[in-house]
């Protein structure tokens, strides 16, 4: 018998199969989903950084270089940053980049959905792009671990990234790093460095009205860049202020008068351009030591030796001074000549892409300008200068006289305007006086210096280095002549023969015969006759008078006495590295030094016999505040303070009565010594007062001649004093302290015996090692006529031909 009902459950059987098969199917989709998104999360997190990383979280710092001051000089760097705590961050700032960038910030956990569509809307309002879709965790994602390629990849692993920094970190530590990490425009890193470049200030100090610019600008740093786009900017900062209030960080009224607060950019500028050679010296030391990475992304605090007021006493002093000495070579023509067609407007557009080639018309007083030889007078030349014009009177061009560099500069005649200058000329010119209307500014003719030089000065005591100046422009050659080049030093290296002569038991008084000295060259039959720059003998002489006018042939004769090897070690004492020849020559500078360890050795004389090495850093500090290094002078003993003291009076006399007199006009207590070397190639002038030691030398990169009599009297010594007068102008005047062991004894300033009341010939008051002075004369003195004669007759016979000897 047939069930009733069975065909009913034929249909009842079916959907349960169909809705057992379709769950199976979905179960099946299901887990082919999670296990195709398992692999894909595999794939994209395989190769991705671990957030653990930021616990050791070190962005590229700048490393900045100090005066002694704590003035910063330089900032070495990849990415300009400096690292803040969140908490000297102000609180307008923090809620100004989260209103702007991520307004749940600190409510979603990595990703915002709800703010993906707030961003759209908003962006789709404005017509542009005004906010992102990223929150500020995955912006910090993306710039610490990715690139900024536009792919779904990337933004997956972006995504994933974020939620691992977000369970790793709280929100105010992702904030804080987030806010030291972005690029905030015009190399600016972080939010310190952005204050710095837009506002000259610290991220602290910023207004309301300044903070909401900088939020503004990570969006598009180029684009909203207020030294770029003033307007743009404004607009955006207008916008961060408006999101405010809607986020309730400000009222309307806030946001009203931020709006209305003028916005006074004062970028910071960059202070890689002060002291240029000390900088590069020491940044040269910090690659060699601690490598290129660490230099230029470490962060390093390196605090230098360096007083910038000095510093830049130095360059002026270096700067002027091979103007001058420049100008005695003589004028070496126009920069090039312009070919002026008398079409007015064709001849006006090529002068002023010469005058004014950045567009600025402002004409300054002191600023050297190039201009352009309009009209040619015989007591005044017409120049173009910016888009005016200038007068150059014969006064200001009175300077050029004939080019010959073996005639004295004073002897050679002037030339009139005719001679030097013809229309068309582009020549410098110096503003004297400026002219409102702009049409008759007062000008000087200028040259931009072929001579070189350089300029070192140490603090006496600690041998800390004070000043450097390699040279005129760094920009035109970055050679440091204070350090690298190895130049003779001539008579500035006879210091070191008279000390060696005064430990070998020699005095101030010790008489030597100035007459010929003649020794047997190097090749066969040749002879060596050193001459003094005179080319007069002078017969007995004492070793202050020999020193005070530097006398060469005395010079030789006490080198000769005492030891080409006692002066050579005596060198190495007071701290000379350079190589030096093993000769009689050396007594006379023939062998190359630097002008940095020569001064360091004169150093010794101001430093009562001490040696102190030059010092260029005091610390460097890394970017957790550990000292790295650490320096403080390291004195050891070099020769007696008696000697010394002895030394100091006689380059004393160098001043006050010998090749050293324009530096009396520095007006208090100095010793020095000049130098300078054959064909006038070289021109020294080292000198000390009791706190400062400074060195200049000047020459010629090819070694040619500076001139006829461009000594170091002439050329480096009003350097020198020039740099001091600004130096010392501050600190009291002080003597030279005279230790105990030295005494002061009358004598006779010719003879160097002791003075009685019978003296006739001037007298003076000389110094002496205790023990080391003259005593009454207890035999008549010798006939220093007789010695004289015997000497010549010795050293002419040297020269006599083979045949008649």
Not at 314 to 327: H, P, Q, S, T, Y
Not at 596 to 606: D, I, T
């Amino acid at each position: 018998m047939r069930e009733t009902g069975a065909p009913n459950d034929r249909p009842r059987r079916l959907l349960r199969f169909l809705l057992w098969g379709s769950a199976l199917l979905a179960g099946l989709g299901l887990l082919g989903g999670l296990v195709a998104a398992l692999a894909l999360y595999r794939e994209l997190a395989a190769d991705l950084p671990s957030v653990e990383e930021l616990t050791r979280y070190q962005p590229s710092l700048v490393t900045t270089v100090y005066d002694r001051h704590g003035q910063p000089l330089a900032d070495f760097f990849v990415e300009k940053r400096f690292l803040v705590p969140l908490e000297a961050i102000p609180q307008p700032l923090r809620q100004a980049t989260v209103a702007v960038e991520d307004s749940r910030f600190y409510t979603h956990h990595g990703i915002d959905v709800l703010g993906i569509l707030r961003a759209l809307w908003t962006n789709l309002r404005a017509g542009e792009v005004r906010e992102g879709a990223s929150t500020i965790t995955q912006q910090l994602a993306r710039t610490l671990f990715l690139t900024r390629e536009r792919t779904l990849k990337r933004k997956l692993r972006e995504v994933i990234l974020a939620l691992r920094i977000e369970r790793r970190f709280s929100k105010d530590q992702i904030l804080e790093m987030y806010l030291n990490q972005i690029f905030y425009g015009h190399n600016a890193y972080g939010v310190e460095a952005a204050a710095q470049t837009y506002f000259g200030k610290s991220v602290s100090e910023l207004t309301l009205s300044e903070a909401a610019l900088i939020a503004g600008l990570p969006r598009a740093p180029n684009r909203y860049s207020p030294l770029v786009n003033p307007e743009l900017s404004r607009k955006r900062r207008d916008h961060v202020l408006r999101r405010m209030v809607e986020e309730g960080y400000i009222t309307a009224a806030q946001a009203q008068a931020a709006q209305q607060a003028p916005l006074v950019l004062r970028p910071k500028p960059e202070p890689a351009r002060q002291a240029p050679y000390f900088v590069e010296y020491v940044r040269q030391y910090l690659e060699e030591h601690y490598g290129a990475t660490a230099l230029y992304r470490g962060g390093f605090a390196v605090h230098t030796t360096l007083d910038l007021r000095l510093q830049q006493a130095a360059e002026r002093a270096l700067r002027e001074g091979l103007r001058a000495i420049d100008k005695r070579r003589g004028y070496r023509g126009p920069l090039k000549r312009l070919v002026l067609t008398g079409e007015a407007a064709v001849d006006a557009a090529r002068i002023q892409a010469v005058t004014m080639p950045d567009g600025d018309p402002t004409v300054r007083v002191g600023e050297v300008l190039p201009g352009v030889v309009l009209e040619v007078h015989p007591d005044e030349v017409v120049v173009a200068v910016k888009a005016g014009r200038g007068l150059l009177p014969a006064e200001g061009f009175a300077w050029v006289r004939e080019a010959n560099l073996q005639q004295d500069y004073a002897w050679r005649r002037p030339l009139r305007a005719e001679e030097i200058f013809q229309r068309g000329d582009v020549i410098a010119v110096r503003v004297l006086a400026v002219d409102p209307a702009g049409k008759a500014h007062r000008l000087f003719l200028e040259q931009e210096p072929a001579v070189e030089g350089a300029l070192v000065a140490m603090e006496v005591g600690t041998g800390e280095v004070l000043a450097m100046v390699g040279g005129y422009d760094f920009a035109r050659s970055q050679f440091n002549r204070a350090v690298q080049a190895q130049r003779q030093p001539g008579s500035a290296f006879k210091p070191i023969v008279y000390a060696a002569a005064l430990e070998a038991g020699m005095t101030p008084a010790s008489i030597v015969i100035d007459a010929p000295v003649v020794k047997p060259g190097a090749e066969p039959d040749t002879y060596w006759k050193p001459e003094n720059y005179s080319e007069k003998f002078y017969g007995p002489t004492t070793l202050r008078t020999a020193l005070a006018h530097s006398r060469n042939l005395v010079t030789v004769r006490v080198a000769d006495k005492i030891g080409v090897p006692a002066v050579l070690a005596y060198a190495r004492r007071l701290g000379i590295t350079s190589p030096l020849a093993p000769y009689l020559s050396l007594a006379l500078g023939a062998s190359d030094v630097t002008l940095l360890e020569l001064a360091a050795a004169y150093g010794v004389f101001a430093n009562a016999g001490m040696y102190v090495p030059p010092l260029f850093i005091t610390r460097i500090v890394d970017r957790h505040g550990k000292v790295l290094e650490e320096h403080l002078p390291q004195a050891r003993r070099a020769m007696s303070p008696e000697l010394a003291y002895v030394m100091t009076s006689l380059l004393q006399g160098v001043i006050e009565h010998g090749t050293g007199r324009r530096v009396r006009a520095l007006g208090r207590p100095a010793a020095g010594k000049t130098g300078t070397t054959n064909e006038f190639r070289d021109a020294w002038f080292i000198g000390y007062t009791p706190e400062l030691l400074a060195g200049v030398w000047v020459g010629m990169d090819d070694r040619t001649t500076l001139g006829y009599r461009e000594t170091g009297g002439r050329v480096a010594s009003p350097i020198w004093l020039d740099f001091m007068r600004e130096a010392v102008k501050e600190q009291p005047i002080t003597d030279f302290p005279a230790p105990p062991g030295v005494r002061f004894v009358r004598i006779e300033a010719q003879s160097g015996r002791l003075a009685t009341a019978a003296t006739q010939e001037p007298t003076l008051f000389e110094a002496f090692v205790d023990g080391t002075q003259p005593t009454p004369a207890a035999t008549p003195p010798p006939d220093l006529r007789r010695d004289i004669h015997r000497l010549d007759r010795e050293q002419f016979s040297a020269i006599q031909p083979r045949a008649e000897r």
